[in-house]
């Protein structure tokens, strides 16, 4: 089910503020479960427990969501911040499902 938001820049009361950050927040929570679905899936096919850890693969998310900070009109560094331990926290949690296996 798709929520109906007002948009940010015709909000006039904190009330419309909130339920908009809340209605973003459940979004957001669907794609980040979806996401961590992958690194399930990653901790079952990857064969050693040392490549859960990618540096590179890490650095190359991390400018994507800068350059997609960007594009959608935010801050890169912003962006680079909130990837960093969205990535460390994925690695810790890959590392809990290799080891379960």
Not at 48 to 71: G, P, S, T, W
């Amino acid at each position: 089910m798709t929520e109906t938001r007002i948009p940010a820049e015709e909000t006039t009361t904190m009330a419309e503020v909130r339920a908009g950050v809340d209605s973003i927040d459940r979004a957001l929570s669907v794609l980040i479960g979806e996401r961590f679905r992958f690194m399930d899936a990653a901790a079952r096919i990857k064969p050693e427990r040392e490549l859960v850890r990618d540096e590179a693969r890490k650095a190359q998310v991390i400018e994507n969501a800068r350059v997609n900070a960007v594009a959608n009109g935010f801050s890169p560094d912003a962006a680079a911040a909130l990837w960093e331990l969205l990535v460390e926290t994925s690695i810790a949690y890959e590392l809990v499902k290799f080891d379960q296996r």
